[in-house]
C-alpha cells in the first residue's frame, strides 16, 4: 500500500512538475522575502531582479529568471492565483507545452514594452528615470495561462472561468494602455503570446499525431511466426519465364 501511494504521488509530481516548480521558487522567495529581509534589502532585490531597461543591458538572464518569483510585499494573492492557472494549464497540455506558452509570454512582455519605453524616453515623452523602474511579479505568466485556457481549455466551465477571471483582473492589468505603461503593454503582449501559442501548439500536436497514424497505415506492421512452429513445408512452383530479381523488401528492383 506505501509502495502503491508513493508511486502515485512520483507520477503525480511528474505530470505537474512545472507548477511545483514555480510554486516551490516562489514560495521559498516570499517566505524569505517577508520574513528574513530588510525593508532595505527587499527594495534592492527588486531593484536587481526588475525586467528594467538597466537590468536588460547589464544582467539579463538573471533578471528574466528572477522577476516571475517575486511578488513584492504581498505575494500571496497573485501566487495563488497564478499557481491555480498553471496547474490547469499543465494538465490541459502537458508540462512543456506550458512551460513555453508562459515562459514565451514572460520573455516577450518583459522585452516589447521595455523596448517601447525605450524608444519613448529617446523621443522625449518618458522621462528617464524609467530606466531603472521596478517591474517583478508573476503577471504576465498568470495572463498567458489564463488567456491559453480561454483559446485551449478542454471543458466550457473552463474556457468561461478563465475569461471571467481576466475580465475582473483586466482593469489593473490594461489600464494604462493608452498612455503605452509596461504593465500594460507587457499584459497585452503576453495575452497574445497565450492564445496564438495554445492555438499553435495542440494543432502542431494533431499533425504530428495524424502523421504517424499515416505512417502505420501506409507501412503496417508484419505478424510474426513463434519460434518453434515452422509452417508448412510447400514445394517451389516452376516459372516458364525468366526469374525476376527482388530486392530484400519484396519489391521488384528497378
Known amino acids: 500500500m506505501k509502495r502503491q501511494t508513493n508511486s502515485w504521488a512520483e507520477a503525480f509530481l511528474r505530470t505537474y512538475t512545472m507548477p511545483f516548480a514555480f510554486l516551490g521558487i516562489s514560495t521559498a522567495l516570499s517566505i524569505s522575502y517577508t520574513l528574513l529581509l530588510s525593508p532595505r534589502s527587499r527594495a534592492s532585490l527588486d531593484l536587481w531582479a526588475s525586467t528594467n531597461l538597466a537590468n536588460l543591458h547589464s544582467h539579463p538572464l538573471e533578471a528574466m529568471l528572477a522577476s516571475p518569483f517575486l511578488g513584492g510585499p504581498a505575494p500571496w494573492g497573485d501566487l495563488a492565483l497564478t499557481t491555480v492557472a498553471l496547474f490547469l494549464l499543465t494538465a ?52 498567458a495561462a489564463l488567456s491559453a485556457l480561454v483559446v485551449a481549455g478542454r471543458k466550457p466551465v473552463l474556457r468561461i472561468g478563465s475569461l471571467g477571471t481576466l475580465a475582473a483582473l483586466s482593469p489593473g492589468l490594461f489600464a494604462d494602455l493608452g498612455q503605452l505603461t509596461v504593465p500594460a503593454i507587457g499584459h497585452t503582449v503576453a495575452l497574445v503570446v497565450g492564445v496564438l501559442l495554445a492555438i499553435a501548439i495542440p494543432n502542431a500536436g494533431r499533425r504530428r499525431a495524424r502523421g504517424n497514424d499515416q505512417t502505420v497505415a501506409a507501412h503496417p506492421p508484419t505478424a510474426r511466426r513463434p519460434a518453434g512452429r515452422p509452417g508448412p513445408v510447400t514445394a517451389p512452383r516452376a516459372r516458364s519465364g525468366p526469374e525476376s530479381v527482388r530486392s530484400p523488401r519484396g519489391g521488384p528492383r528497378c
Open 92 to 143: 490541459r497540455l502537458d508540462n512543456l507545452p506550458a512551460t513555453v506558452i508562459v515562459g514565451s509570454a514572460q520573455t516577450l512582455g518583459s522585452l516589447i514594452s521595455q523596448y517601447v519605453t525605450e524608444l519613448r524616453i529617446a523621443s522625449g515623452s518618458a522621462p528617464d528615470s524609467l530606466r531603472t523602474a521596478t517591474d517583478i511579479g508573476p503577471s504576465y505568466v498568470l495572463v
